[in-house]
């Protein structure tokens, strides 16, 4: 493999789907949504939850980090978890009741209505992901797809970011972007009187 022909590569295809991005009026006024959804959400008490596999619960991990954490200045932490990350949850759900039901099973158990429900899959049809949106909705907890443009996912939830791409990675790589916009514009929203001045 000729490497640097690789990297120039890799790097205008990831462009090409985030200059998509940019000029996807529709899909930029969905992530607008869905920033004021976890606004309204978090005002009220209620929290954020993520799940995805492979490299989306790296995502799902990082995300609610970001929102526990913080993202670009110090301020209260939000309420937030990823159901990727217990080892204990994971294999007893997964040995007990099915691989499918790893997520459902917990937004059942820790869900509350009002709260927020990413389910983040490049190929839209993980079942365990599928699974857990449905779910959400029999429990009134909001749902928003972080997706590609296929699968069952972007058909499923109150709001879909549906990256215009069919490859996991490029898909991943704006999933990515997305989801730090989003804590952005919610860290800022919330907590402007905690931003340092410039
Ligand atoms: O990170 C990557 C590929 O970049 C992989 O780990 C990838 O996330 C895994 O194959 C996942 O199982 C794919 O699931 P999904 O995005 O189709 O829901
Ligand atoms: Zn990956």
Redesign the pocket.
């Known amino acids: 493999m000729d490497g640097t022909q690789y990297i120039k590569s890799h790097f205008e295809k990831s462009i090409e789907v985030k200059q998509k991005i940019l000029t996807d009026g529709v899909l930029i006024e969905r992530i607008v949504k869905a920033s004021e959804l976890c606004i309204e959400a978090l005002q009220r008490g209620n929290k954020v939850m993520f799940a995805?596999?492979?490299?989306?619960?790296?995502d799902s991990q990082h995300l609610a980090a970001e929102f526990v954490s913080r993202f670009n200045f110090d301020r209260p932490g939000l309420p937030s978890i990823a159901l990727t990350t217990d080892t204990s949850m994971l294999t007893a759900i997964g040995n007990d009741y099915g691989f499918e039901n790893l997520f459902s099973r917990q937004v059942q158990a820790n869900g509350r209505e009002g709260d927020i429900f990413v389910g983040?899959?490049?190929?839209?049809?993980?079942v365990n992901?599928v699974k857990a949106v449905e779910q959400a909705k029999e429990m009134g907890i909001h749902t928003i797809a972080l997706?590609?443009d296929a699968?069952k996912?972007p058909e499923m939830c109150d709001i879909t970011l549906n990256v215009p791409s069919t490859c996991?990675?490029y898909?991943?790589e704006s999933h990515i972007s997305i989801g730090h916009i989003i804590c952005a514009i919610v860290e800022e929203t919330l907590f402007a009187k905690y931003k340092p001045k410039e």
């Open positions: 995805g596999n492979g490299g989306s619960a790296a983040i899959s490049t190929s839209g049809n993980s992901v997706c590609g699968g996912l996991t990675p898909i991943q």
